[in-house]
């Protein structure tokens, strides 16, 4: 990844002492001050802490404390840097990450028992220069152990099939495209120290973009699985706001099929091969012939293209090629390329979502067979 890419502000280490509570019997509520964070816990209900790191001006989740790479929670041997996207939505469109190695987080939490969570991912998009930071396995550690560690797996849009039942949120902007990490941890001094960092890549560069820490107690994680709950749907409709889902581009129309196609379960018919098809496309007028005709010159490759549309659930479609026999001659069937159109959910710079666009033609495997009936070459 470019570094230019990046808000570049070196992380500032501050040196001013922490104002630190006295514990005993007789406290009955406990504040603690750090780079302006301000907990209160009541000694029967441990502190919540919901931190949004980013930039000084990127968007701050409701609910959530803004954290930028100078606070003083946050160190590192290297640089730490801070950055904000425009995607998926305030809580994952920023973060922080260290240039180079890892990075720690220390928080003031009184002794107890607690659940942490944190969400980690950067929605930046581009060449793998600039998206190697996210092929790494990353690591968490808690106060010197090792509680979560899961390689990273990134995608392009391009990696899915069009599926209309999909949660396309959980496909770009959920859990399949950020990672969450929840564990239980046990504060026995003053603090909570967190280290985050990769285990793999190039030096372990930009090896971990941290967007949220949220810590609950323990004795209270019904509460916190709530409240993140609350925090996905937010999510999700801010997402919606960023991508509206639009219809398929091509309208529903009515079409009756005939006995013969009722009969095979399926209907076939041939469309020219510039003219797009999409899922839910019928036969136009005038479609249904009784087959192609193609004319190419010698050494030219001529495109024909047919569509299947299944009216049952058919879990096993097999094409059997045979040789082109007509008039002219004979092409034989082993200089045919079948080819399966792929259709692809397509988000265009504009920001409207396409459910569905014809995308890349994928070669199968196919049976060679004489032909039933010859097509006519041209």
């Given at each position: 990844?470019?570094?230019?890419?990046?808000?570049?502000?070196?992380?500032?280490?501050?040196?001013?002492?922490?104002?630190?509570?006295?514990?005993?019997?007789?406290?009955?509520?406990?504040?603690?001050?750090?780079?302006?964070?301000?907990?209160?816990?009541?000694?029967?209900?441990?502190?919540?802490?919901?931190?949004?790191f980013g930039t000084t001006h990127s968007p701050v989740m409701p609910g959530f404390t803004r954290v930028t790479e100078t606070d003083p929670m946050l160190s590192a041997p290297?640089?730490?840097?801070?950055?904000?996207?425009?995607?998926?939505?305030?809580?994952?469109?920023?973060?922080?990450?260290?240039?180079?190695?890892?990075?720690?987080?220390?928080?003031?939490?009184?002794?107890?028992?607690?659940?942490?969570?944190?969400?980690?991912?950067?929605?930046?998009?581009?060449?793998?220069?600039?998206?190697?930071?996210?092929?790494?396995?990353?690591?968490?550690?808690?106060?010197?152990?090792?509680?979560?560690?899961?390689?990273?797996?990134?995608?392009?849009?391009?990696?899915?099939?069009?599926?209309?039942?999909?949660?396309?949120?959980?496909?770009?902007?959920?859990?399949?495209?950020?990672?969450?990490?929840?564990?239980?941890?046990t504060v026995k001094g003053r603090t909570l120290d967190l280290a985050f960092d990769g285990l793999t890549g190039p030096r372990f560069d930009y090896a971990f973009p941290l967007n949220a820490v949220v810590v609950f107690p323990e004795a209270r994680a019904a509460a916190m699985q709530a409240d993140l709950a609350t925090v996905r749907l937010e999510r999700r409709r801010q997402w919606a706001e960023l991508f509206p889902q639009l219809p398929l581009p091509e309208p529903d129309r009515p079409w009756q099929p005939d006995a013969t196609d009722t009969a095979h379960g399926y209907a076939v018919w041939w469309r020219d091969y510039l003219a797009k098809v999409y899922p839910n496309t019928v036969p136009g007028p005038g479609e249904r012939l009784e087959g192609p005709v193609a004319f190419a010159t010698p050494g030219e490759t001529e495109s024909i293209s047919f569509c299947l549309r299944p009216l049952v659930n058919l879990e096993r479609v097999t094409l059997e090629l045979g040789d082109l026999v007509g008039p002219a001659g004979r092409i034989d069937r082993t200089r045919?390329?079948?080819?399966?159109?792929?259709?692809?959910?397509?988000?265009?710079?504009?920001?409207?979502?396409?459910?569905?666009?014809p995308w890349a033609l994928i070669p199968g495997p196919t049976r060679i067979c004489r032909p039933k009936s010859p097509a006519r070459p041209g």
């Open positions: 990844m470019d570094v230019e890419s990046y808000t570049l502000l070196q992380s500032l280490v501050t040196s001013t002492p922490t104002v630190r509570p006295s514990y005993g019997p007789t406290v009955a509520r406990l504040t603690f001050l750090l780079a302006g964070l301000v907990l209160t816990a009541l000694s029967a209900d441990l502190p919540v802490l919901k931190l949004d290297e640089r730490l840097v801070s950055f904000a996207r425009t995607t998926p939505d305030e809580l994952a469109g920023d973060g922080v990450v260290a240039v180079r190695g890892g990075f720690k987080l220390t928080l003031p939490l009184p002794p107890g028992a607690y659940r942490v969570w944190v969400l980690s991912g950067d929605s930046v998009q581009g060449s793998y220069n600039e998206i190697k930071h996210l092929f790494q396995t990353v690591r968490i550690r808690a106060e010197g152990k090792r509680v979560f560690e899961q390689a990273r797996d990134y995608w392009y849009a391009e990696a899915f099939d069009y599926d209309p039942t999909a949660d396309v949120w959980e496909r770009y902007a959920g859990t399949n495209r950020f990672l969450e990490a929840s564990f239980p941890v045919i390329l079948p080819y399966r159109v792929r259709y692809n959910e397509n988000v265009l710079r504009s920001g409207a979502w396409y459910a569905a666009e």
